[in-house]
């Protein structure tokens, strides 16, 4: 039988505790809160939007660094149905982002880059890519400008070959651009398709600004750049590329704003361009454009 300790038995009934079951008030305390805290969670708040602001500093400045060249875009036409091989190349200052059809991406030693389409032409400029049989209208790249190379006169700065300045630019008011621009499209040899698609794809960029200034780089110097190859070899090859930043200070593009007003048929000259060849639908052609906006 289980003797019971009667004082302990009443102790539970009555809801008592016992001398040695009971516990000394103040060893129990509500936990009390570090005076430092505070101050730790304002330190780590501080460190954390220092971080932010640091990356997307880094960030915008590395976005700034790698200007692009976009859209250019490659027409092939021909008087007869042909197979064509089309390969561009890259110096050590360019990288490409992106290429349609796609395409592998040849590394070349000791620096550069090099794709090649094989397509088959047809009489309505209709381009078909020989491997995978797709229809396409053009073909298309595009490629980031390393500006870390050492042909940059310092880091992050744009090669001198990609700048504009007072001496080979013009400076429009952004009410002028799009028709300065259809005027000297059309004296380059861009045909009617070409030259809205490269008004209407760079019209958003030019609204950015209420001045433009933009240059046309002379194909020589633009094919040393980025090689254009085609075999079997076109009569007429035509490639333009145009720079362009936007202009807030005004005093300092004298020239380029009197430039404005001259006959655009001197950019044919300047590009070095022959636009009735490259009109002349019984040569077998090809036509390229593209651009890149440089940062003011």
């Known amino acids: 039988m289980v003797q019971r300790n009667p004082g302990t038995h009443r102790n539970f009934i009555e809801g008592r505790s016992t001398d040695a079951e009971r516990k000394p008030i103040s060893t129990i305390q509500a936990p009390t809160r570090s005076s430092s805290a505070p101050r730790r969670r304002k330190s780590l708040y501080r460190r954390f939007k220092s971080f932010l602001s640091r990356l997307f500093i880094k960030g915008k400045n ?25 390969s561009v190349t890259l110096d050590k200052d360019l990288e490409f982002t992106a290429v349609y059809p796609i395409v592998p991406i040849e590394k ?29 209208s053009s073909l298309f790249w595009e490629a980031d400008l390393n500006t870390s190379s050492p042909s940059s006169s310092r880091q992050g700065e744009l090669p001198e070959t ?7 630019s013009v400076v429009l008011s952004i009410d002028d651009v799009t028709s300065y621009l259809e005027k000297v499209l059309r004296c380059l040899g861009l045909h009617t398709e070409a030259r809205t698609s490269f008004v209407t794809y760079w019209l958003p960029s030019f609204l950015n600004h209420k001045y433009i200034a933009l240059r046309f780089m002379p194909q020589a110097e633009y094919s040393r750049i980025a090689p254009l190859d085609i075999k079997p070899e076109p009569d007429v090859i035509t490639r333009v590329f145009m720079l362009f930043q936007g202009v807030k200070d005004l005093e300092a593009w004298p020239l380029s704003r009197k430039r404005a007003f ?32 440089v940062p003011s």
């Open 62 to 86: 590395q976005r700034r660094q790698r200007p692009r060249m976009k859209k250019p875009v490659i027409y092939v036409f021909s008087p007869k149905d042909i197979d064509v091989t089309v």
């Open 108 to 136: 070349l030693k000791p620096k550069g880059e090099k794709i090649q389409w094989d397509v088959h032409t047809s009489l309505d400029g209709s381009l078909f890519a020989r491997d995978t049989g797709l229809e396409l």
């Open 162 to 168: 990609w700048t504009l300045s007072d001496w080979n």
């Open 262 to 293: 001259d006959n655009v048929s001197y950019w044919a000259t300047t590009v070095g361009v022959d636009s009735a060849a490259a009109f002349n639908k019984d040569l077998s052609r090809v036509l390229e454009w593209g651009a890149m906006e």
